[in-house]
């Protein structure tokens, strides 16, 4: 009972429950300032950000270019040539004869010798061929060679005039041609051993069974990659 | 009604503890697991990818959406260009949007400011568009031209199919396209060679602050692709 009396302030204790009251209150605040500090940190926005909106944003951007990706690519498979078309590369003195990306026939050639061949200081002829994409403009069975200037000039001969029937050879560029444009042709040839090797005045020579296969392949219109 | 009073004040202070040393502890593991996800960047979402990744993986999309972009681009003009992917270690060299020839990348190096650049935003507005061959240099000539003079005594020399051979056992070619963007092929990658086979060209300054991708191809591919290619080319790149 004296314990009791030794309390000097029972009156603090008239209102009893609403001390407990501001205590809960104080602590509930306190919880909140703890608790937001979790919310608002920037570890928690991350993942807020990434768990539910954001991700499916995400995954829509990811498919989107996907999507995007996918059609792109299909219409760059819209450039392949529809019909077969010749691959020749100068640089290893190949070829290939291709229907989209399938190879019907490939082997050696022969291109531009890159000799630059002086007579004179006026008359001077760089022998090489080409590059870039070209299309058949011609397709000549047993071609004729016309026999030009440089051919003479070459062999050391005199050179016969224009119109001279000499200038005219049969035999010499196969049995088949296709020409690309100003006067150069991929043709067939009786040096078949200078294959593989950069000889040519600027033509394109192939093996005799290779240019028939060509010859079958390619029609006017037909693309003639060279690089 | 006293000792009523004085309970309730004990059982709140004690309630009041609890809740502050609960809140506390649970502050902390958040903090600790925060800190640990945040040192391992590793943030999840609901794929159960880390946003790291997916960030990157919208990156790489957005580059290989420009390449096939670009390489639509290319296509429309008759150059021969040239596509660039180290990511499938390709470096093909095409026509009118026909490769001609492919060519696979043995090694390649990529300098610093390249793949810091892969975690800027400009980097979409740098690969936009295809870049443009400004400059070119190479320790082969761009045409094996050979001269011929005509005198009366010519004849083919016993050694003719020797000399239509070249000769040739290492190339080193620098290719400067526009902004900035530096090629350097060759068979083996030598940071020595490279460097100063940059900073001699005439304008080795400007080059050696570019971005620069070092390509270890075989040497009848890089003889062709130098070979092919003419000031004003265009390049595409995915890396």
Known sequence: MNIFKRIPIPIRYK???????????????????????????????????????????????????????????????????RKPYLIVNTSDNQFALMEKTKILQEGKCSTGSYILLKATEEREWLFKTPRGMFQVNVKLRNPVWYKPDWAYIEEGVPIPSPYSPKRYQEGVLGDYA?????????????YKRLLGYPVTHGCVRLDDEDMREVFVQLNHGSKIFIY | MGLKCLATSYISKLILCSLIIASLSCKAKHDEDHATKKDK???????????????????????????????????????????????????????????????????????????????????????????????????????????????SDDTMPDNYFELLKENIEDINIVLHYNRNLILHICQEINHVVSDSLIQNNSQGELLGSGYRITLSVNINDAKAIYRALSSGSELILRY
């Open chain 1, 178 to 190: 296709l020409g690309f444009g100003k006067g150069y042709l991929v043709h067939g040839t009786v």
């Open chain 2, 41 to 151: 960047n590793i943030v999840p979402n609901s794929t159960g990818m880390p946003l790291d990744t997916i960030n990157a993986k919208i990156t790489n999309l957005n580059i290989e959406r420009l390449f096939w972009e670009n390489r639509i681009k290319m296509a429309q003009d008759k150059s021969i260009d040239l596509a660039l992917d180290l990511i499938d270690s390709m470096v093909t060299l095409e026509i009118k949007g026909v490769r001609i020839r492919p060519c696979k990348i043995s090694d390649y190096l990529i300098s610093g400011n390249l793949l810091d650049l892969k975690q800027e935003p400009e980097l979409l507005t740098w690969l936009e568009n295809p870049f443009i061959l400004q400059n070119q240099w190479a320790d082969i000539p761009k045409e094996p031209i050979k001269i011929r003079y005509i005198t």
């Open chain 1, 15 to 81: 209102h009893p429950l609403s001390i407990t009251m501001i205590l809960v209150i104080l602590s509930f605040i306190l919880i909140l300032f703890l608790f937001s500090t979790y919310l608002i940190s920037p570890g928690y926005a991350l993942i807020a950000a990434n768990t539910t909106p954001n991700s499916s944003h995400n995954n829509q951007i990811i498919s989107s270019l996907k999507e995007q990706i996918l059609q792109l690519r299909e219409s760059y498979k819209s450039f392949l040539p």
